[in-house]
C-alpha cells in the first residue's frame, strides 16, 4: 500500500483507512473461525463486517465517489468500483458459510476484497489529493458524516 503521497494524513481518507483494517481483520478471523469449525463466530463477524461496509460504502459512494465520478478520467474505474461493492453486498447477504461451497466462494470474495481495497487505498485514494477541490471534499466529509451518524471524524494526527 502507498504510504508516500500524504492521503493517509487527510482525515477523510484515514477514516475509510481504518474501516478497510477493521474489515480485513474482521474477515481474516472469520476465516480462522471457518477454519475451526466454529460457524457462530464465523456468522457474526461477517455480520460484523457488513454493518461496517455498508456504512462505508454509503459514505463512500454518496460522497467521494460521487464527486470524482464527475471527471471522466475517474468514472469508469469508480464505476467498476461501485459494481464490486454491489457484487460483495450480494454476496454477503445470500452466503451460508455452513455451505462449503459458499465458504470458499467467502474465500475468494475475501481476496477479491484485498484488490479492491488496493484500488481505492492505491489508485483512487491518491489521486483525490490533486482531484478534488476544497468544496468538494467538504461535500465528501458530509457524506461521511451522514453515513456515520454515531462517529466523529478525526483529525490527522
Known sequence: MCHYCGCRQIPLIKEFIAEHEAVTNAAGD???ALDAGDLPKARALVS???AVLLAHWKGEEDGLFAVMSSDPEYAD???ALT???????????????????DAEAFRA???ELHHHIA?????LFPASLTALTGDEWNLSIKAWRTAHPD???HAAG
Open 30 to 32: 472469520a476465516l480462522r
Open 48 to 50: 460484523a463486517m457488513q
Open 77 to 79: 474505474y469508480i464505476e
Open 83 to 101: 459494481r464490486e461493492h454491489r457484487d460483495l453486498a450480494a454476496f454477503l447477504t445470500t452466503a451460508d458459510l455452513s455451505s462449503p461451497a
Open 109 to 111: 470474495a475475501m481476496d
Open 119 to 123: 484500488k481505492e487505498e492505491d489508485g
Open 151 to 153: 462517529r466523529e471524524l
